[in-house]
């Protein structure tokens, strides 16, 4: 049903390139906006009617009445629209080729950001649902996935590094219950079988991480002494990188849906003195709530999305709601290129579902997922020294009515719902055949893609 | 399908190789003339490089070398006189990478079951970079032919496999055994970056962490390595580690890592490696260059173009539909239909695809006009649709001098070889082509192709066709 609406959407008649062309000449660049007169939502000091929002070189560089425009200036007259920062999704597997390295439950020294792929068409459509950054994950086939990589949806450029948000923390993707267990005790007959081993598997990671460092900083300090001429110990990229994480240097985003693993993992973090940490999905998030804030632990769940498999029954629409009302930094995510283009939707839901507040509703697909990858003091609200990222919508973003008009990265438009050509591909295929291109597109955004040989079997519509 | 062939398959098919040689030798025609003869090409229109012609010259061959080229030169008196009026002669063609005369592995027809896939042993997992192509080679090989009859004469190849296949070899598309095959062996470390189906590493993100693992490994164990041989009393003895040992020469950039680079992202990504570990790069069999031209241009790693293209849209194929059309208006009291809704979008996506072509045609004069040097590479190409490829790439604003030096010079210049090879000039290796026309004409077929010094004559393209269709 999905794929279909997608398909008729497309149908409609493609004509205009030039659009296209022009953007590939932005596609580094930091831009010159002013923003005139919209109602700005700034999620984190309140809401400023009649207002301007001057985007300079790519930062909000004043917010205010009566901004004059600078010379050559590109100005939006938001009269009547709703101007907030551009929504961020914790949870997405657009923008990547490869998104499980299901061959073995660690394998923390992949990296998505080896294989950022800024061709994808579910980028531009994403900048449509007013999505400006995401957290391009490694999939849950894993006990310790892969390192994730947060993207500004700088849609138009060829260069994979010009994707990536420059100076964003490093972050890694954990798994805990079904996935792992299935994929490597049932897939290839070896730990983890069951919750145990996972903890098992998770425990020794980082009991060998902290040997190795060990090992090397004794290397290192005995290089330092006249005539050592001792053996370096073997380089292993992966103990490297969970050393990394013990450092505190690489934030864990764990997903997760049960409350007693979701406490374990708590429990493990403690023991091995991590303090970055966010859960995903965790559906259950609700029964451990004073917890998860108690520790410092972020959340990012889905609005009302659940009942795909076993672990995953216990479920609340007011999950969101409870984690927030605990003190919980809690974001709403997508995992899925489709709904990521109503994550505003998603967070109005919470108004239904648990009464928050606009400023709320809003912080959890902006100000708090930023807080989760860390990148906060960029990106998430409307304040003066942000970077330029800005969505403007008509009608309010948590009415059902909304719809965003302009997506801005950087003080670039991106996305313009009056210059929107059907036709936004950047590389196209020399042998695709007319046909292929409508019904025949593939979506790989799913959390447990490139796990099928590991399980010998295809799991259909099995995500997250 | 690459990712099921095993190294066991390939030791098998090594073994099985003295056995089946000479039948296969008992078939194949011998060459005209054995090597050390001495031949005079007269008359012929001589295309020393890209820009240097002599009209009716002479050019002789002696002892597998270039003796002399000129207007006017002395024929020696026991020369083999090759009548070549108004055919033309150029110097061999380099392919930068290729697979010819490169043995497959069979392929294991079970996939054995890896316990522990995120474990396996190394040669299963495309960890192979001690493997030397001289292990896979054989004249006799068909695609030695086919390519040699398009006036390849050397080629760059390498052994089958994915992620780290072995070391490359620059053979003579020629030669009676392996070993008189090679022109420099050990040239380049081969790499693809391809992960193997159901083990690690599988994606190309494995794929690149391995490759980062792998590297640092290496650089570590030879300087150990160093400091032992160094002393060798009181310190533990260096491991043995064949494969690590793989990447010495790397490290030390004697030789560079040739990497298959076909899509626009392989080439950003092996960039990204390249930037991590500092190793000197060949850029081969690339097919989406032009989005990422300046950082190609930047990066000083060596270029060989793909002489592979996607298929042009046919002509055929609208005329078919426009007789479909016809039909039905027929049908429908031929009244004109009106284009839907679908034909206009229809038509839109096939500008699109037919821009896409012209870009990936256009490439090699993209990269002429940007300045940056580069060769041919013929992996993925088929041997059938290479010239006519060439005569794509022209006719889209390369011009003839620079295919001629993509073929020629430049790959002598990029992999070494400028003092032997590239032009005809006297004191070369006597690898040439001659052509009944110029050769980038359309009508133009090869008639003689020269390597070592040895003759191959061929007796037209006709002709072989008309065999294929006997056999059948």
């Given at each position: 049903?999905?794929?279909?609406?997608?398909?008729?959407?497309?149908?409609?008649?493609?004509?205009?390139?030039?659009?296209?062309?022009?953007?590939?000449?932005?596609?580094?660049?930091?831009?010159?906006?002013?923003?005139?007169?919209?109602?700005?939502?700034?999620?984190?000091?309140?809401?400023?009617?009649?207002?301007?929002?001057?985007?300079?070189?790519?930062?909000?560089?004043?917010?205010?009445?009566?901004?004059?425009?600078?010379?050559?200036?590109?100005?939006?007259?938001?009269?009547?629209?709703?101007?907030?920062?551009?929504?961020?999704?914790?949870?997405?597997?657009?923008?990547?080729?490869?998104?499980?390295?299901?061959?073995?439950?660690?394998?923390?020294?992949?990296?998505?950001?080896?294989?950022?792929?800024?061709?994808?068409?579910?980028?531009?459509?994403?900048?449509?649902?007013?999505?400006?950054?995401?957290?391009?994950?490694?999939?849950?086939?894993?006990?310790?996935?892969?390192?994730?990589?947060?993207?500004?949806?700088?849609?138009?450029?060829?260069?994979?590094?010009?994707?990536?948000?420059?100076?964003?923390?490093?972050?890694?993707?954990?798994?805990?219950?079904?996935?792992?267990?299935?994929?490597?005790?049932?897939?290839?007959?070896?730990?983890?079988?069951?919750?145990?081993?996972?903890?098992?598997?998770?425990?020794?990671?980082?009991?060998?991480?902290?040997?190795?460092?060990?090992?090397?900083?004794?290397?290192?300090?005995?290089?330092?002494?006249?005539?050592?001429?001792?053996?370096?110990?073997?380089?292993?990229?992966?103990?490297?990188?969970?050393?990394?994480?013990?450092?505190?240097?690489?934030?864990?985003?764990?997903?997760?849906?049960?409350?007693?693993?979701?406490?374990?993992?708590?429990?493990?973090?403690?023991?091995?003195?991590?303090?970055?940490?966010?859960?995903?999905?965790?559906?259950?998030?609700?029964?451990?709530?004073?917890?998860?804030?108690?520790?410092g632990a972020g959340a990012s769940v889905?609005?009302?999305?659940?009942?795909?498999?076993?672990?995953?029954?216990?479920?609340?629409?007011?999950?969101?709601?409870?984690?927030?009302?605990?003190?919980?930094?809690?974001?709403?995510?997508?995992?899925?290129?489709?709904?990521?283009?109503?994550?505003?939707?998603?967070?109005?839901?919470?108004?239904?579902?648990?009464?928050?507040?606009?400023?709320?509703?809003?912080?959890?697909?902006?100000?708090?997922?930023?807080?989760?990858?860390?990148?906060?003091?960029?990106?998430?609200?409307?304040?003066?020294?942000?970077?330029?990222?800005?969505?403007?919508?008509?009608?309010?973003?948590?009415?059902?009515?909304?719809?965003?008009?302009?997506?801005?990265?950087?003080?670039?438009?991106?996305?313009?719902?009056?210059?929107?050509?059907?036709?936004?591909?950047?590389?196209?295929?020399?042998?695709?055949?007319?046909?292929?291109?409508?019904?025949?597109?593939?979506?790989?955004?799913?959390?447990?893609?490139?796990?099928?040989?590991?399980?010998?079997?295809?799991?259909?519509?099995?995500?997250? | 399908?690459?990712?099921?062939?095993?190294?066991?398959?390939?030791?098998?098919?090594?073994?099985?190789?003295?056995?089946?040689?000479?039948?296969?030798?008992?078939?194949?025609?011998?060459?005209?003339?054995?090597?050390?003869?001495?031949?005079?090409?007269?008359?012929?229109?001589?295309?020393?490089?890209?820009?240097?012609?002599?009209?009716?010259?002479?050019?002789?061959?002696?002892?597998?070398?270039?003796?002399?080229?000129?207007?006017?030169?002395?024929?020696?008196?026991?020369?083999?006189?090759?009548?070549?009026?108004?055919?033309y002669v150029y110097a061999g063609f380099?392919?930068?990478?290729?697979?010819?005369?490169?043995?497959?592995?069979?392929?294991?027809?079970?996939?054995?079951?890896?316990?522990?896939?995120?474990?396996?042993?190394?040669?299963?997992?495309?960890?192979?970079?001690?493997?030397?192509?001289?292990?896979?080679?054989?004249?006799?090989?068909?695609?030695?032919?086919?390519?040699?009859?398009?006036?390849?004469?050397?080629?760059?190849?390498?052994?089958?496999?994915?992620?780290?296949?072995?070391?490359?070899?620059?053979?003579?598309?020629?030669?009676?055994?392996?070993?008189?095959?090679?022109?420099?062996?050990?040239?380049?470390?081969?790499?693809?970056?391809?992960?193997?189906?159901?083990?690690?590493?599988?994606?190309?993100?494995?794929?690149?962490?391995?490759?980062?693992?792998?590297?640092?490994?290496?650089?570590?164990?030879?300087?150990?390595?160093?400091?032992?041989?160094?002393?060798?009393?009181?310190?533990?003895?260096?491991?043995?580690?064949?494969?690590?040992?793989?990447?010495?020469?790397?490290?030390?950039?004697?030789?560079?890592?040739?990497?298959?680079?076909?899509?626009?992202?392989?080439?950003?990504?092996?960039?990204?490696?390249?930037?991590?570990?500092?190793?000197?790069?060949?850029?081969?069999?690339?097919?989406?260059?032009?989005?990422?031209?300046?950082?190609?241009?930047?990066?000083?790693?060596?270029?060989?173009?793909?002489?592979?293209?996607?298929?042009?849209?046919?002509?055929?194929?609208?005329?078919?539909?426009?007789?479909?059309?016809?039909?039905?208006?027929?049908?429908?009291?031929?009244?004109?239909?009106?284009?839907?809704?679908?034909?206009?979008?229809?038509e839109v996506l096939e500008k699109r695809?037919?821009?896409?072509?012209?870009?990936?045609?256009?490439?090699?004069?993209?990269?002429?006009?940007?300045?940056?040097?580069?060769?041919?590479?013929?992996?993925?190409?088929?041997?059938?649709?290479?010239?006519?490829?060439?005569?794509?790439?022209?006719?889209?604003?390369?011009?003839?001098?620079?295919?001629?030096?993509?073929?020629?010079?430049?790959?002598?210049?990029?992999?070494?070889?400028?003092?032997?090879?590239?032009?005809?000039?006297?004191?070369?290796?006597?690898?040439?082509?001659?052509?009944?026309?110029?050769?980038?004409?359309?009508?133009?077929?090869?008639?003689?192709?020269?390597?070592?010094?040895?003759?191959?004559?061929?007796?037209?393209?006709?002709?072989?066709?008309?065999?294929?269709?006997?056999?059948?």
């Amino acid at each position: 049903m999905r794929q279909h609406l997608k398909n008729s959407t497309m149908r409609s008649a493609l004509t205009v390139f030039a659009f296209f062309f022009t953007m590939i000449c932005y596609a580094q660049e930091k831009g010159t906006l002013l923003i005139k007169n919209g109602t700005v939502l700034t999620v984190t000091k309140g809401v400023l009617s009649e207002t301007d929002v001057l985007v300079k070189d790519g930062k909000i560089a004043q917010i205010g009445k009566n901004i004059a425009a600078p010379q050559d200036a590109k100005t939006i007259d938001a009269k009547g629209l709703y101007v907030m920062p551009g929504i961020i999704d914790a949870h997405s597997h657009v923008g990547i080729d490869g998104i499980n390295e299901a061959t073995s439950p660690v394998t923390a020294e992949v990296a998505e950001s080896d294989v950022v792929n800024p061709f994808q068409i579910m980028i531009y459509r994403a900048l449509g649902g007013g999505i400006t950054t995401i957290h391009a994950m490694h999939g849950s086939a894993n006990a310790i996935g892969g390192q994730c990589e947060t993207l500004k949806l700088r849609y138009g450029t060829y260069d994979a590094d010009a994707m990536k948000m420059e100076g964003a923390p490093r972050t890694i993707k954990f798994a805990l219950g079904e996935n792992p267990t299935r994929v490597h005790g049932g897939g290839s007959g070896i730990v983890p079988r069951t919750r145990m081993g996972v903890e098992f598997v998770i425990r020794k990671a980082f009991t060998d991480a902290k040997k190795y460092s060990e090992d090397w900083d004794a290397y290192n300090k005995n290089k330092l002494v006249k005539g050592f001429r001792g053996a370096p110990p073997v380089y292993n990229l992966r103990l490297e990188t969970l050393a990394e994480i013990l450092k505190g240097n690489i934030i864990i985003h764990c997903h997760s849906y049960r409350a007693d693993e979701i406490y374990m993992m708590l429990n493990v973090c403690k023991d091995f003195g991590i303090k970055r940490i966010t859960f995903q999905h965790v559906n259950e998030g609700f029964k451990v709530a004073p917890e998860l804030a108690a520790y410092g632990a972020g959340a990012s769940v889905f609005s009302d999305w659940w009942a795909y498999k076993f672990e995953v029954y216990y479920s609340t629409a007011y999950n969101a709601a409870i984690l927030t009302k605990n003190g919980v930094v809690t974001s709403i995510n997508s995992d899925d290129a489709e709904m990521m283009r109503h994550l505003y939707h998603e967070a109005g839901k919470t108004q239904k579902y648990g009464s928050l507040s606009d400023d709320e509703a809003l912080a959890l697909i902006t100000i708090n997922p930023a807080k989760q990858l860390g990148i906060d003091s960029r990106v998430g609200s409307l304040e003066v020294g942000k970077d330029g990222d800005i969505t403007i919508f008509k009608n309010h973003p948590l009415s059902i009515y909304g719809v965003p008009q302009y997506t801005i990265v950087d003080g670039i438009v991106r996305f313009d719902r009056e210059k929107d050509p059907d036709d936004m591909r950047l590389m196209v295929d020399p042998k695709q055949s007319f046909d292929d291109s409508f019904s025949k597109e593939k979506i790989i955004d799913n959390c447990m893609d490139g796990t099928e040989l590991m399980l010998n079997e295809l799991i259909e519509g099995d995500k997250n | 399908m690459l990712k099921k062939l095993k190294v066991t398959a390939w030791a098998f098919a090594l073994a099985l190789m003295p056995l089946l040689l000479p039948a296969q030798q008992q078939e194949e025609k011998p060459p005209i003339a054995p090597a050390g003869k001495t031949f005079a090409l007269t008359n012929v229109n001589v295309v020393q490089g890209p820009g240097r012609k002599i009209d009716k010259g002479i050019v002789i061959i002696k002892d597998g070398l270039i003796a002399n080229v000129g207007k006017s030169v002395a024929i020696p008196s026991e020369a083999i006189i090759i009548k070549a009026d108004s055919l033309y002669v150029y110097a061999g063609f380099i392919d930068g990478l290729s697979r010819a005369g490169v043995t497959k592995p069979k392929e294991e027809r079970e996939r054995e079951k890896i316990k522990d896939p995120g474990n396996p042993p190394a040669e299963k997992a495309g960890i192979n970079p001690q493997i030397d192509v001289r292990n896979f080679l054989n004249p006799d090989d068909k695609s030695v032919e086919e390519m040699r009859s398009l006036g390849f004469t050397v080629a760059q190849v390498v052994p089958y496999g994915n992620f780290l296949p072995g070391q490359s070899a620059l053979i003579m598309l020629g030669g009676k055994t392996a070993d008189e095959m090679v022109l420099t062996s050990n040239t380049a470390l081969y790499s693809e970056l391809a992960g193997t189906q159901g083990m690690y590493p599988n994606t190309v993100m494995a794929v690149m962490a391995k490759w980062r693992e792998l590297y640092k490994n290496a650089s570590l164990t030879k300087s150990y390595q160093a400091s032992y041989a160094s002393n060798r009393q009181g310190i533990a003895r260096p491991a043995n580690d064949h494969i690590l040992e793989a990447f010495y020469p790397v490290i030390d950039q004697r030789t560079p890592v040739l990497f298959k680079s076909e899509k626009v992202l392989d080439v950003q990504r092996i960039f990204t490696l390249k930037n991590d570990l500092g190793f000197s790069l060949q850029l081969a069999e690339v097919k989406e260059g032009w989005p990422v031209i300046n950082k190609i241009k930047t990066s000083n790693a060596k270029v060989f173009l793909s002489l592979d293209l996607p298929e042009e849209i046919k002509k055929d194929e609208k005329k078919d539909d426009k007789k479909e059309a016809k039909k039905d208006s027929v049908k429908t009291a031929e009244k004109p239909k009106e284009k839907t809704a679908w034909d206009k979008e229809k038509e839109v996506l096939e500008k699109r695809k037919a821009e896409a072509i012209a870009s990936y045609t256009s490439q090699a004069a993209a990269f002429s006009k940007a300045g940056i040097p580069f060769g041919f590479s013929t992996l993925s190409a088929k041997s059938k649709d290479i010239q006519a490829n060439l005569r794509r790439m022209i006719a889209a604003g390369l011009s003839e001098d620079a295919a001629l030096a993509a073929l020629t010079t430049t790959p002598a210049q990029l992999l070494g070889l400028s003092d032997r090879l590239g032009t005809i000039d006297a004191g070369k290796i006597a690898n040439l082509v001659v052509s009944d026309k110029p050769y980038f004409n359309e009508k133009s077929k090869v008639r003689y192709v020269f390597v070592d010094g040895v003759m191959y004559k061929l007796d037209g393209k006709d002709a072989k066709k008309d065999d294929s269709k006997k056999t059948k």
